[in-house]
């Protein structure tokens, strides 16, 4: 999205910790965007959300990926280049809304 992003993260360990992994991926894209821009990339703070046991993180996802749909920018989620998945393909994630 041009103006916001969303991202989908789980922990695996009791030692994962979201706060440094939203700190560090700020800093790290900040600065990389400070390089070729003359303004910040970030706001401050962010709005976050812990998935309850009830929700099903590959709906989260799906909603992630059709955003950019919703917003009028592509006409389907698989053409807008800056989705991804580490865990699911697009094409996944579509096919399984569909069954559902």
């Not at 030692?15 to 991926?25: E, G, I, N, T, V």
């Not at 303004?39 to 703070?45: A, T």
Request: charged content about 30%; overall charge negative; proline content about 4%.
């Amino acid at each position: 999205m041009p103006d916001h992003v969303h991202v989908l993260l789980e922990g695996f360990t009791d030692q994962s910790d979201f706060r440094r992994c939203a700190k560090l991926a700020k800093q790290r894209s900040g600065a990389a965007y400070a390089l070729t821009a003359d303004q910040r990339l970030w706001q401050k703070g962010y709005y976050e959300h812990v998935l309850r046991d009830d929700e099903d993180s590959k709906e989260v996802a799906f909603y992630i990926i059709a955003n950019p749909v919703r917003a009028g920018l592509v006409q389907s989620p698989d053409k807008y280049p800056l989705s991804g998945s580490d865990q699911w393909s697009i094409r996944e994630l579509m096919e399984w809304v569909t069954k559902t």
